[in-house]
T-cell receptor
Framework: EAQVTQNPRYLITVTGKKLTVTCSQN?????MSWYRQDPGLGLRQIYY???????DKGDVPEGYKVSRKEKRNFPLILESPSPNQTSLYFC?????????????FGNGTRLTVT | AQSVTQPDIHITVSEGASLELRCNYS??????LFWYVQSPGQGLQLLLK??????LVQGIKGFEAEFKRSQSSFNLRKPSVHWSDAAEYFC???????????FGAGTTVTVRA
């Protein structure tokens, strides 16, 4: 089954404790991206990757890092989480960044930073 | 700058009634347009998309959307809603020159019996 898998689904952590949210897709998609969803703001893009070893900042990249060492994986790293990063995070992938490539989303990771 | 506006934060509709969700965008050229649905605890699922051609597009689950260039709108409709349509709906716009993607803030739909 074609899917985007994120882990964990829920995560509670404390300020400053490094964490990684994993994302994997089995569709051989070139394009992957991370979003955060906050009430009233919709989804905002954090980082995206056009292909292996190619990553770029989205609209809200501050406080986040990503890597793309393999085509299928695109982890999101928070080196020193802060309470304002409490949010619902989604990973997504598509064949390409072109407009005719709809995104496939994971089921989300709800992160709470205390 | 590109923006996507969904004017209605929350809509309540009776089961069997019609539904229309509004989406407006600000962008000079015709963008690529999408509607996604998010059920509770789930990721977003594509309902339909518009790239070019016929301005009325059909999607999954009985939804359709109409692109109106003069109004910069891409409104989503369903003639008769089912209780399972209760969800949050997002309009998304991709700029045709640089493929920049933007989402609207979302509209939550509640379906009452």
């Amino acid at each position: 089954e074609a899917q985007v898998t994120q882990n964990p689904r829920y995560l509670i952590t404390v300020t400053g404790k490094k964490l990684t949210v994993t994302c994997s897709q089995n569709m051989n998609h070139e394009y992957m991206s991370w979003y955060r969803q906050d009430p009233g703001l919709g989804l905002r893009q954090i980082y995206y990757s056009m292909n292996v070893e190619v990553t770029d900042k989205g609209d809200v990249p501050e406080g986040y890092k990503v890597s793309r060492k393999e085509k299928r994986n695109f982890p999101l790293i928070l080196e020193s989480p802060s309470p304002n990063q409490t949010s619902l995070y989604f990973c997504a992938s598509s064949r390409g960044q072109g407009g005719d490539s709809p995104l496939h989303f994971g089921n989300g990771t709800r992160l709470t930073v205390t | 700058a590109q923006s996507v506006t969904q004017p209605d934060i929350h809509i309540t509709v009776s089961e069997g009634a019609s539904l229309e969700l509004r989406c407006n965008y600000s962008y000079g050229a015709t963008p690529y347009l999408f509607w996604y649905v998010q059920s509770p605890g789930q990721g977003l699922q594509l309902l339909l998309k518009y790239f070019s051609g016929d301005t009325l597009v059909q999607g999954i689950k009985g939804f359709e959307a109409e692109f109106k260039r003069s109004q910069s709108s891409f409104n989503l409709r369903k003639p008769s809603v089912h209780w399972s349509d209760a969800a949050e709906y997002f309009c998304a716009v991709v700029r045709s020159n640089d493929y920049k993607l933007s989402f609207g803030a979302g509209t939550t739909v509640t379906v009452r019996a």
